[in-house]
């Protein structure tokens, strides 16, 4: 609701802490061997729907800052390029999640373990570590709406990347590094 409510300071605030509890959470249940089934389900289920609650949010913020109400009053809101950026990077967002799927139902594990480049390219693909700070930046130097579109074409990106790796390990049937 901060982020929709154009509060970006009170929304960032909000916005680290749980990125910063998020992390140490499981963390802590990792090394104390206190994690559960549902606390994984949970805990992924999370990170997998919020996004694109902030990326609504978001685009909100940047055209209604001063209500909500006003998003469901405006007929023209349908027109503004942000709006369309915003079902965009959602449908981007789906579609990222199908791919990273496929693999999953082949391999039974995560794209990003496949191979070493894998595993590096995750430190720069679209993901809300990667897009928290770009839109802070963007915010802050009065770039939001930029930003947002660079944040859309970034995603259209990793569904490229994700895209093209899938059919590429597909296509030569390899066989995921630490497996026999």
Known sequence: PCFALGW?????????????????????ARLTFTSSALGNVLDHGLDIVHPPFWYAAWAIGLTHPSSLAAVWQDPGIARDPLFTAAILLLALYVADRLVLAVYKARY????????????????????????????LAGVVLGLGRETFWLIVAWQAATVGWHAARTVWILARREVPRGVV
């Open 8 to 28: 970006w300071a009170w929304g960032f605030v909000l916005a680290y802490v749980m990125s910063v509890l998020d992390s140490v959470d499981g963390k802590v």
């Open 108 to 135: 039974k594990r995560g794209l990003h373990a496949h191979a070493p480049i894998d595993a590096a390219v995750r430190a720069v693909i679209a993901r809300r570590n990667i897009f928290l700070p770009l839109f």
